[in-house]
Structure formats: C-alpha cells, structure tokens
C-alpha cells in the first residue's frame, strides 16, 4: 500500500530522480518549454511553480532555496529578475502542459511543459442583488406594527328612557 507516499518514482533511484528533476526544471526556467513525458511533466510542474514562487519573493533566503534545487547561477537570475516579476499579480498556475500523443519509439505519451504567458485578467464581479422576494419580506414585516391584545372596558350605557313617566321620579 502506498499511503502517504507522494510523488511518482519514475523508474528511478531517489538521487537520480532528484538529478533528473533539477535539471528538467533548470532547462524550463532556461528555455520556457520543453517536452517530455506526461509523468515527468506532472513532477516537473510542482518543482517548477515552486521556483516560481520563490522568484516572486526575490529576498536573499529565497534566491538561496532556489540555488540548492538550480544548479545554474545565470537561470537563478534569470528566474529572480525576468521570471519572477512577469507573475507577481499572479496567484498560481504559471506552468501549462499541453498533450501531444504518444512517442513513435516506445508509444510513451508526450507532453509539453511551458511557462504560461498571457496576463491574467480578473473576473468582472457581478453585484449582488437582494432577492426580491426576501426584501419585500423583510419590509413588510417591519412597516406592519404588531397587534397587541388589549382590554376592552366597556363604558355604562344608559338606558333609554321609556316614554311613559320620563322625568317623574
């Protein structure tokens, strides 16, 4: 069972997975695309947005985190003063791998991993509206004044006087 085990091995012994990880990512940073197989790309792709992330930081701690995974001082420069800056209003997402079919050698499926290089543009926010229903709810059991039962005192009411003796008495 492979619980909590990360990560694709990739036929390949840790050292030499980490080799060939550095140097795909060092070569995308370099030249922005590069093609590889659809496993690697997905592998290459956290190493790579993490890079980014550091270059977008730019502070000294971050460009040294970047020199243990680069091995090559110009791409970290690269990545630090032209890369970084390009995705500083992006939140994520600078890598896009693009599907190309399978190799003709050994029918392994093919990929392209590129930089993303459009800018992003956020989505218009709609406003939101009351729904009309509730809104008139709401008013109408605020305008209407709640009936309180009361007494009713009923005042004496006098009698009519009967026509025969009126005033006698």
């Known amino acids: 069972m492979r619980h909590n085990n990360s990560g694709r091995r990739l036929g390949r012994n840790s050292s030499h997975r980490s080799a060939m990880l550095r140097n795909m990512v060092t070569s995308l940073l370099d030249h922005e695309k590069i093609t590889t197989t659809d496993a690697r790309a997905k592998e290459v792709r956290k190493l790579a947005e993490r890079m980014i992330s550091l270059g977008k930081r730019g502070d000294l701690h971050a460009r040294r985190q970047a020199l243990q995974v680069i091995r090559d001082r110009t791409v970290v420069g690269k990545l630090f003063e032209m890369i970084g800056p390009r995705y500083t209003d992006r939140p994520g997402g600078y890598t896009r791998i693009i599907k190309m079919g399978n190799r003709a050698g050994d029918n392994a499926s093919l990929s392209i991993i590129e930089l993303v290089e459009e800018e992003i ?6 406003p939101v509206k009351a729904a009309p229903k ?30 025969e003796g009126e005033g006698e008495k």
């Open 134 to 163: 509730a809104a008139s709810k709401a008013t109408s059991k605020a305008t209407v004044a709640p009936v309180v039962a009361t007494e009713v005192v009923e005042a004496p009411v006098a009698e009519p006087a009967s026509e």
């Open 121 to 126: 543009t956020p989505r218009p926010v709609k």
